[in-house]
């Protein structure tokens, strides 16, 4: 494991390739949805397109298949990011003391019963 300390200054894929989660992630070919932060990572890490302004002057807009693409990304990466703000507002986080492996299962367990006793996010 990598450990390094990284200022706030530092862009997200910067701090991310520094402390080797991009290589990690990678190397172990572990999907990954991203947001445009990410753009460039390459391998499993998937980012949606960006749409770049000053580069096609004539058509500025993302073809429909790059929006279709983004938007079932945006929906994938919803999943999680709704997973985290519950796990923040339960506080499960900070008053767990174990290894992270079984944290990880624990975790994994909390989330599935959440969804199966409030089903009322659909993606």
């Known amino acids: 494991m990598v450990t390094v300390q990284v200022t706030a200054k530092w862009r ?4 991310a390739r520094a402390s080797g989660i991009i290589d990690a ?6 999907m990954t949805f991203a ?14 397109f ?4 000053h580069r096609h002057r004539h058509r ?11 938007r079932a990304h945006a929906r994938i990466r919803a999943i ?5 703000a519950t796990l923040k507002t339960w506080k499960v986080l900070t008053k767990l003391r174990c290894c992270p492996h079984r944290a990880t299962a624990i975790l994994q367990a909390i ?9 009322a996010y659909a993606g």
Do not use: F, M
């Open 111 to 119: 989330l599935v019963l959440h969804h199966v006793e409030n089903p």
């Open 12 to 15: 997200p894929r910067c701090s």
């Open 35 to 48: 947001d445009k932060a990410y753009q460039g990572a390459r391998g499993s890490i998937r980012t949606p």
């Open 60 to 70: 500025p807009k993302l073809p429909r298949w790059q929006k279709k693409v983004n």
């Open 80 to 84: 999680g990011e709704r997973a985290n």
């Open 25 to 30: 992630l990678n190397s172990a070919n572990v």
């Open 50 to 53: 960006k749409r770049h302004r």
